[in-house]
């Protein structure tokens, strides 16, 4: 059973930076995707930001340029770098790992940015 583990979420003012890391109970190499989902209060569960194993990064519109996505193969980790954060990125944000036609998630780490 694949587990995902969450870490570095908080609360920060606006124009802050986070780091979200993810890691896997396994070796991510076996992972076609990974990437971040994000659910705010009242709203559906919205992409961030995804990689594959080759390492191609799919964004958001509303985060391109401020947030970075990563994946190190060898610490079976993929991290999400935030930069210039909005009261309007506030949200659970999930981890999110595919293996074949398997999705598997994290349980959710909470952001918060203060305005």
């Known amino acids: 059973q694949v587990q995902l583990v969450e870490s570095g979420g908080g609360l920060v003012q606006a124009g802050g930076s986070l780091r979200l890391s993810c890691a896997a109970s396994?070796?991510?190499?076996?992972?076609?995707?990974m990437g971040w989902y994000r659910q705010a209060p009242g709203n559906q569960r919205e992409l961030v930001a995804t990689i594959t194993s080759g390492r191609s990064t799919n964004y958001a519109g509303s985060v391109k340029g401020r947030f970075t996505i990563s994946r190190d193969n060898a610490k079976n980790t993929v991290d999400l770098q935030m930069s210039s954060l909005k009261p309007e990125d506030t949200a659970v944000y999930y981890c999110v790992a595919t293996l074949g036609s398997r999705d598997f998630w994290g349980q959710g780490t909470q952001v918060t940015v203060s305005s």
């Open positions: 396994g070796s991510i190499i076996l992972f076609s995707n």
